[in-house]
């Protein structure tokens, strides 16, 4: 059953941007942190973006000074902006509800394990 709906993915040209958003349900929003991981299928799924109660936000070195996580805690909502879009950023990206504790490092170590919800995933394509 999905709990966390993602929207906003797409193709784009390289250098463009996307704004990914994803709905939370009160309980998960108001019990866990955020995040945003991305995966092409075959491969292990990575954490690029994770978001604390506080606001402090964590970011792969990938995506670091390209991606910003922010939330709309009125609207539960999660946002991932993603600027200067390049190829290598061709992915599923999936938003995730963890455990605060170490949230950051949960996401930028890519601890699948301890993450308690997914989105469905959308896709982004970046053409060249």
């Known amino acids: 059953q999905v709990q966390l709906v993602e929207s906003g993915g797409g193709s784009v040209q390289s250098g463009g941007s996307l704004k990914l958003s994803c709905a939370v349900p009160?309980?998960?929003?108001?019990?866990?942190?955020m995040g945003w991981f991305r995966q092409v299928q075959g491969t292990k799924r990575e954490g690029i973006a994770g978001?604390?109660?506080?606001?402090?936000?964590t970011y792969a070195s990938s995506v670091k000074g390209r991606f910003t996580i922010s939330q709309d805690s009125a609207k539960r909502t999660v946002f991932l902006q993603m600027n200067n879009l390049k190829p290598e950023d061709t992915f599923t990206y999936f938003c995730?509800?963890?455990?605060?504790?170490?949230?950051?490092?949960?996401?930028?170590?890519?601890?699948?394990?301890?993450?308690?919800?997914w989105g469905q995933g959308t896709q982004v394509t970046v053409s060249s």
């Open positions: 995730a509800a963890g455990p605060c504790g170490d949230w950051g490092n949960t996401v930028v170590d890519g601890l699948l394990d301890v993450v308690v919800y």
């Open positions: 009160g309980y998960i929003y108001s019990r866990y942190c």
């Open positions: 978001v604390a109660k506080d606001g402090t936000t």
